[in-house]
C-alpha cells in the first residue's frame, strides 16, 4: 500500500519524502478539524449533562416526578 | 514487507511464501492497514486530550474578549449587599452568552455561560451551559450549569475542590449574585433530580434561590459512570454598578442588610 504510493508519487527522493510529509500533515489536519469532532459526538466520553432522554433533554416533566430516582 | 522474509526457507511452501506472491501482498496490505489504525487512534487521543483544550481556550479567551463582562476590581468593592429579592432577567435564546461565572476557589476562573448544554455548540468552547429547563439566576427555583469535566477547556476540573460555603459568583443582566455551596455528591448521570427546582427534591415548589453545577465524575474519559453535583445558594446581590461583591476579592461580606 504505502510500497505503491512511493513509487506513485514523482520526483526524487527527496521530493517525495517532502509530498509524503505534505500528505500526512494533511491528514492530521483533516482528523483534528474535521474527522475526530465528529466521531467524538459517538464517544462515551466527556458528557457532563445529566439526563435520561438520548436527545439530551432533560424530562419535560421533572417537577412532575416525584421520587422517580430517589 | 518483512511478512515474506521472516518465514524459514524450509517452511515455503507452494506460491504463499513466495516474497511477492497474493497471500504475501495480501498480508502486507492488511498489515499497513492495521499500523494506519493504530496511528489513527493514537492521533485521536491526542486529539481528545491536548488539542481540545487547546481550542477550547482559545475560543473562550475570545468569547470572553468580545462578551467585555464586568470584572472583580479590588478598588471598588461594594459597601453594600442586597438580600432583598434579586432581579431576574429575560431568558435568551438558545446559544447566546448572557453572563459570567467567578469561582475564587478555582484561582479566581472566569467562565462565560451560554443558555443551553449542547456540546459542540456550547460545552466544548469551555462555557458553562445553562439547562433551558431551569430558571434564570437570581430566580426562585435552580439556576443550573453543566460544564466539562476533562478535555475541552475542562471548566469544571476542580469541582471536587469547593468546600461548604465557598462563593460562586453569576454575573447576567448587569447584576452580581453570590451563592454559597452548601452541598456536593456524585450522582448516576440520570439523576435529574439534582437540578430540580429543589435540588433532590423533584416536584416540591420551590421557596428558595439555588444554583447547581453538574460535571463529569470521575475525573477521566467517561460519560457512564457518574456525575459530579455542586449544589449552592443564594446568599446576596448587588447591581454591578455598586461594585465588585466582595467573595470576588477574598472579602467577608457584611451579614446584616445594608449594614456595612
Partial sequence: ?70 | MTAGTAAPVRHRSGRSGRRGGPVSAVVGVLGELLITVGVLLGLYVVWQLWWTDVQADREQTQILAELDAPTPDPADVAVQVRRDEPPVMEPPAFGEVFGTLHVPRWDDAVMPIAEGTDKRQILDKAMAGHYPETVMPGDVGNFALAGHRMTYGAIFHRAEELEIGDPIVVEAGDVWYVYRVDHMQAVKPDQVEAVAPVPWEPGVEPTERYLTLTTCHPIGLNSLQARFIVNAKLDYWLPVEDGTPPDLVGQTAPTDDGSA
Avoid at chain 1, 500500500?1 to 500526512?24: D, E, I, K, S, T
Avoid at chain 1, 458528557?47 to 439530551?56: C, I, L, R, S
Wanted: contains cysteine; aromatic residues 12%; negative net charge.
Fill in chain 1, 1 to 70: 500500500m504505502y510500497g505503491a504510493l512511493w513509487r506513485v508519487l514523482p520526483g526524487p527522493a527527496w521530493l517525495r519524502v517532502v509530498l509524503l510529509l505534505v500528505l500526512a500533515a494533511a491528514v492530521v489536519l483533516a482528523c483534528f478539524e474535521w474527522l475526530f469532532p465528529v466521531v467524538a459526538e459517538y464517544m462515551p466520553f466527556n458528557d457532563p449533562n445529566v439526563q435520561t432522554g438520548a436527545d439530551g433533554a432533560l424530562p419535560a416533566a421533572l417537577a412532575a416526578a416525584p421520587g422517580r430516582l430517589a
